[in-house]
Nanobody, 115 residues
Framework: QVQLVESGGALVQPGGSLRLSCAAS????????MTWYRQAPGKQRELVAT???????NYADSVKGRFTISRDNAKNTVYLQMSSLKPEDTAVYYC?????????WGQGTQVTVSS
């Protein structure tokens, strides 16, 4: 079955950097777009960044210029490099893949930006 496992979340100071990873299994990874979402306490889940199977990327306005999404098809892994982190980036970050109109999610990884 489809499985997504996120890692890399941590407590980081404002202005710091983190790299999140999402390892996928149970799918032919190279065929699918991959997306990172996040959900802050009391807020709706929001799209952060998407990478298509061809490597094209799209970002939420709030993270443009600070976050970079990438993928390694040989490792079935998608990454989210985050820099210049702000307290408002604090959230649980989720990896997502949509296959035949069905969404699959990982368990999430907590990112906390605080001094």
């Amino acid at each position: 079955q489809v499985q997504l496992v996120e890692s890399g979340g941590a407590l980081v100071q404002p202005g710091g950097s983190l790299r999140l990873s999402c390892a996928a299994s149970g799918i032919i990874f190279r065929l699918y777009a991959m997306t990172w979402y996040r959900q802050a306490p009391g807020k709706q889940r929001e799209l952060v960044a998407t990478i298509t199977r061809g490597g094209n990327t799209n970002y939420a306005d709030s993270v443009k210029g600070r976050f970079t999404i990438s993928r390694d098809n040989a490792k079935n892994t998608v990454y989210l490099q985050m820099s210049s982190l702000k307290p408002e980036d604090t959230a649980v970050y989720y990896c997502n893949v949509r296959i035949e109109q069905r969404n699959y999610w990982g368990q999430g990884t907590q990112v906390t930006v605080s001094s």
